[in-house]
């Protein structure tokens, strides 16, 4: 079993840059696969970004996103931290959700939220126009 607690949301401009953290207890992170998802209000939710885990660690893992992210949110690892953290730049309203982290076992690629074991609570990222 391991538990997600997301951190970094908050209000910020259009333009801004948000860092967002999902951190582990339980498990060690890098052995899983991680992905941030999103959800707007009255949206279904929604796929952002994912790291995989890799029998190497220190690689880090393959990395993906969603087309309307890519070049503005980057997703990493900290292994010292225990944590993947998703920073988010040239923010928009449309990015206006909350974030949840999840993480799967599985190395393959999924952008599936019924595909991921474990959740976090999600936090609240606000982008005022």
């Known amino acids: 079993q391991v538990q997600l607690v997301e951190s970094g949301g908050g209000l910020v401009q259009t333009g801004g840059s948000l860092r967002l953290s999902c951190a582990a207890s339980?498990?060690?992170?890098?052995?899983?696969?991680v992905g941030w998802f999103r959800q707007a209000p009255g949206k279904e939710r929604e796929f952002v970004a994912a790291?995989?885990?890799?029998?190497?660690?220190?690689?880090?893992?393959?990395?993906y996103y969603v087309d309307s992210v890519k070049g503005r949110f980057t997703i990493s690892r900290d292994n010292a931290r225990n944590t993947v953290d998703l920073q988010m730049t040239s923010l928009k309203p449309e990015d206006t959700a909350v974030y949840y982290c999840?993480?799967?076992?599985?190395?393959?690629?999924?952008?599936?939220?019924?595909?991921?074991?474990?959740w976090g609570q999600g936090t609240q990222v606000t982008v005022s126009s």
């Open positions: 999840a993480a799967r076992r599985s190395a393959s690629r999924s952008y599936s939220p019924g595909e991921y074991d474990y």
């Open positions: 339980g498990r060690t992170l890098s052995d899983y696969t």
């Open positions: 790291i995989s885990w890799s029998v190497t660690r220190w690689s880090g893992g393959s990395t």
